[in-house]
């Protein structure tokens, strides 16, 4: 056995089928024997049945809880007999020379115990990461405070990404990145398997340094790529990427330092813990609060200005407002204003004035109502009209300013459509098509781009052209029939349709031409190597999204940056549960429901099966971190709370749910929500409230 490749998978299926499918590319160049190892942690998202289906050839481990990528991957390492071991990430794409070119490279050099390669985010862009230096407290200490990235080159404080080093170069380096790690099974058996003390993050480096240790060797080989998606399981800006990576390095530390050093470092990324996690912590909200907070500056400008006009023009007696008006009052009805806008809708995509005015309206309406019963407070009606009048103006007038500065354009009401090409044969360019209109992606298909001008592809485009001509007229059609008419038609030769934009020889030029924002490659018509290098080769102004179709898959699947998560287009149903609108409805039901079943644990809590449960969840829900119906089974495409009750509870009975079963209760769920539906839950579940 030449190669065994081990992939960890948590909850990513459509980047695992990806990744699975490049791995089934490259084994075919590689010309030895090979196996793959897949292990599971608990995922929900029908991981396990989409490799069981489409990859009988892989080894599948199916873990019953997550036991971290450490333990995980050692389970497999366990059972491995390849010469050669291979860590790969879920979320990467392999080159179809990849295995070849590495394993030729570990025969020629004997002493590599370890081996990485060039990596590229999802928009061909390299990773620094892909080489790495050894996290010494002084390496670490110009990373965490910025110095590595002001100076990358500097080879005094660019060692942590070693930016000094050619990254088209082959180097021996210190570190090698878990993302896609080769080593050596006899190396292995010499310095041992992953440290299962790191959950996540940290046990590359610490193997890494083991290798070396060890007196092998760690190398950085950049004659194949791979893309490597990113932030599949943590978000590399979230308050928990920062807790889990650095606590890493701090293990890192106690484990090979010195103590006094290892008592230093540990300080030193204790202190960069709290500091990073606070920027990200206000980094997050201001990018969330900032247009609720401009607003309301806007409006307690206004109302400063209306007021002293008022107080001098109109007012029954000209004396000015107490100042509790200014300082009490008026951040009052900001708030009112602003709150019942936001749950109106005014800061939904797409905007819309009349959301806003309707919200502006009902807050208008309740503050009149309410300072009815304050006489101390009760200044003035017409300055709660004129300031909700104002107030509707400033948040039009914001949101227009705003959208202008994005889009160039006042068409606040409309969502600005991408314009989108395909690069692929006509008959995925067909199938492109329906999944993009089946997940409604708000996009504009310019045309499509031949991978080349073959008499075989003009053949593939004169025949899809014949099975479609009759349904023009607005017939539906699916991808199957006209692929099936393709494999039946005779041999014929004729002009493309009207939408091909060219070959893939003048993409440069078609990109600017029409404006494009996005690509998608077609994985059936193109190799992983002709996509990764288009990536690389295409120009990078104007800027243009990458995703990717794998073969036979029903996901388009691309990432906008290193630091963004890859994300992907579903052929899924319209799910209700994750509009704006609902889930704002569902937040309200969560608290208030939260808030009278806390008044009431005195009467309640005897009923419940889990005492103490029951008040936990309580204030867990109240705090936002657990809402009390959800989805626990079925993969969500949206962010919510982790769910304390599954409507699939409610149809338990003496005989256990499968997991299928369970699933499709919840997209059933999902699919057409109601706040009631919650309620109804809530009642028939009541007695496991308390459930952990």
Known sequence: MKLSVVIVNYNVCYFLEQALLSVRRAAEKLQHPMEV??????????????????????????????????????????????????????????????????????????????????????????????????????????????????????????????????????????????????????????????????????????????????????????????????????????????????????????KHFAPKQAGMFSLLINAAIWLRAGIAVAERFFTKAAPVLLDGGLIYGGLWFLKNYWE???????????????????????????????????????????????????????????????????????????????????LVIRQMAAHFLRYHDLRLHERRQKNVAIVGSSVESMRVRRLLQHAAVQARIIGYITPDATPDVLRENALVAAATAPLRGGASWSATSVMTAVAEAPTAVASPPDDQLGEIRQLAEIIRIYALDELIFCGRDLSASQIIGLMVSLPQHPPVAYKILPQDSQYIIGSSSKDAPGDYYALDITLNLFRPQQVRNKRVLDILASVLLLLAAPLLVGFQFNKVGFVRNCLRVLGGSRTWVG???????????????????????????????????????????????????????????GTE
């Open 37 to 254: 190892f897949v292990v599971d942690n608990n995922s929900v998202d029908g991981s396990v049945a989409m490799v069981r289906a489409r990859f009988p050839e892989v080894i599948l481990i199916e873990n019953k809880d997550n036991p971290g990528f450490s333990k995980a991957n050692n389970q497999a390492l366990r059972e491995a007999q390849g010469e050669y071991l291979l860590l790969l990430n879920p979320d990467t794409v392999v080159e179809e020379d990849t295995f070849r070119a590495c394993c030729e490279f570990m025969d020629e050099h004997p002493n590599a115990g370890g081996l990485g390669v060039k990596m590229l985010d999802g928009q061909g862009k390299f990773l620094p990461e892909s080489k790495r230096g050894l996290p010494t407290p002084w390496v670490a200490f110009y990373k965490i405070f910025g110095l590595a990235k002001l100076f990358p080159k500097s080879r005094q404080f660019g060692r942590y990404h070693l930016g000094f080093l050619d990254k088209d170069q082959t180097h021996e380096v210190e570190v090698l990145s878990g993302a896609f790690m080769m080593m050596r099974h006899t190396m292995l058996e010499q310095v041992g398997l992953l440290d299962e003390d790191y959950f996540m993050y940290g046990e590359d480096i610490d193997l890494s340094y083991r290798i070396t240790q060890g007196g092998w060797k760690n190398y950085y080989f950049p004659e194949t790529r791979i893309i490597h998606y990113k932030g599949e399981s943590t978000k590399r800006t979230s308050v928990n990427y920062v807790f889990v990576f650095y606590r890493a390095m701090v293990i890192f530390a106690q």
């Open 312 to 394: 001098h023009n109109h007012k029954f007696v000209n004396t000015p407002y107490p100042p509790q008006f200014m300082l009490v009052a008026v951040p009052a009805y900001i708030m009112v204003w602003l709150t019942s806008a936001y749950f109106s809708g005014a800061y939904d995509e797409p905007s819309r004035n009349s959301r806003i005015a309707r919200g502006i309206f009902l807050g208008t309406v309740l503050i009149s109502a309410i300072s009815n019963f304050f006489d101390a407070w009760r200044f003035s009606k017409a300055l709660i009209v004129l300031g909700g009048v104002w107030a509707v103006a400033a």
């Open 631 to 689: 989805m626990l089974h079925a993969a969500a495409p949206g962010r919510l709370a982790r769910a304390i009750l599954s409507p699939a509870d409610v149809a338990q009975g003496a005989t256990p749910l499968t997991d299928a079963t369970r699933r499709r209760l919840e997209l059933l769920y999902a699919k057409d929500y109601e706040p009631s539906t919650d309620i109804s839950i809530l009642f028939r579940c009541f007695r496991w409230l």
